[in-house]
């Protein structure tokens, strides 16, 4: 019998799904995910994912950078905001960072009870579809959204990793098929598709278009990040 | 400034919509609100929606007649199932009726909060559109889902809605672009879109494909019923 897929459109619906014998693949394509993903493209040796601030400022003392947003905008007195460009920065090669967002680093929180957790984004799909084959759970992808709303972005993701995974894993129910319809729609141009996306439209204000592009790219990078030993981290072969 | 429309893909995303300002759309395709538009089409006087057997059994004795339905199967000792052709029984003319379902009457209940409440279906898809846009207040779909989770027949119908809806109100967020988006791909074949539908196969199983065909037709009926007086009716003008 072949393994599940399942997409979990809101972390707010994360309590209908059995995550403690699934992979969960966690998703915040603008940005939070995209940054991790390309953080651990230029050698970050962990991130420590926080639901709050003040935990997260908290290892500014041993050492850590600390990396926080809120709605958007980077937090006063962080090291780092949330754009993927600033993670490209060498002087962060081999160090830690403590990292907090709206939804991104919530989501991962809730979902602290999962067999395995992994990040994804366009960044690194093919690398996250090729990791999860030779996993041996049924899989969930979650959605972070927009404060427990569903968002356009992160679903498109969830439905290219299903596309992708299609010949081995059978959609558990409806939110999959949602998805991949949705993302076999958007495929051939995804700005244009989400240029109506609330979103986009809120992270426009913020005059930050060229992270968008460069959020939406696929296989930038060969890197799969998981939580192990309390961190994300690419785990050497 | 143009009114709002949104879209609640399960009942368990409610508590993050102001629905105490709004006027909600309650949609469950297969069954409930399709059987409901059937039922008043046939000259039903009022259905009670209970998210409980027991409450709903209890009015028996004032002479309602009960519906009862659980898991896609009638519930025993229950005058009427879950299948559109029962509520269409010159029998049930100017009756009562207490109705409980799996996930429809459960989204009822939920949404009591609401400024106001219309039942919506395929079946009187441009009733509630043309009803619609007479309100005044920004408008909620409230897809019923499948026990929490998200479906894909539910979210067409809102599709539907949003889609005949597009000149009067603006998107409120990304669910009803998705839900718009979808009903766009599946329009011109609703019944081949949904065959992969985790709830199509289930039903399947039960031998109700002629239900099936008949939830799915576009505007047979031309009747809006609504919350009013705690029950469900269709106001005279």
């Keep these: 019998m072949k393994r599940t897929i399942d997409v979990c459109l809101s972390p707010a619906l994360m309590h209908l799904y059995p995550i403690e014998d699934q992979t969960v693949v966690i998703v915040d394509i603008l940005r939070a995910t995209s940054c991790m993903t390309t953080a651990f493209a230029h050698n970050v040796e962990s991130i420590r994912a926080f639901a709050q601030l003040p935990e997260c400022l908290l290892l500014k003392e ?33 160090k830690d960072i403590a ?18 957790i992994v990040i994804g984004s366009f960044l690194n799909l093919t690398a996250v579809a090729d990791y999860l084959r030779k996993t041996t759970h049924d899989i969930l992808i979650v959605c972070s959204g927009w404060k427990g709303k569903v968002n356009l972005e992160d679903t498109l993701f969830a439905g290219a990793l299903v ?23 958007a495929k051939n141009d995804l700005k244009d598709y989400l240029k109506d996306s609330s979103h986009i439209r809120r992270l426009k204000k913020l005059n930050i278009e060229k992270d968008i592009d460069f959020c939406l790219q696929e296989d930038m990078y060969d890197v799969v990040p998981v939580i192990h030993q309390n961190a994300i981290r690419v785990l050497k072969p």
């Design 99 to 116: 990292f907090t967002t709206t939804n991104g680093t919530q989501a991962i929180a809730k979902a602290s009870a999962a067999k395995n």
């Design 62 to 94: 041993d050492g850590y950078f600390t990396a926080g947003e809120r709605d958007g905008q980077k937090v006063q007195g962080f090291d780092l905001g949330n754009s993927p460009f600033e993670y490209m920065n060498p002087a962060l090669k081999g």
């Design 163 to 185: 596309e992708k995974l299609k010949e081995e894993f059978d959609s558990a129910c409806d939110a999959p098929v949602i998805a991949q319809r949705l993302y076999l729609q």
